[in-house]
């Protein structure tokens, strides 16, 4: 997050950066709340880039 703001801020893109953030925010919450219950044997590996972006507690994909 800190980072996405730092380039916003160099470049002088403040509100696109808040509203990037915003945007990943929400999707990775959707994301999150439908796997909620998806057993951990029915789960698989993902590629997330960035995965230490966390604005609010989010489950992960696995353990």
Partial sequence: MDGIRLIA???DRK??????????????KLVADR?????????VPV????RTFRPMAMASTRG
């Fill in 35 to 43: 796997l909620v219950d998806l057993k951990d044997k029915e789960r």
């Fill in 15 to 28: 509100p696109q950066g808040e509203a990037m953030i915003a945007k990943a925010t929400v999707s990775r």
């Fill in 9 to 11: 801020d160099v470049l």
């Fill in 47 to 50: 590629y997330m880039a960035n």
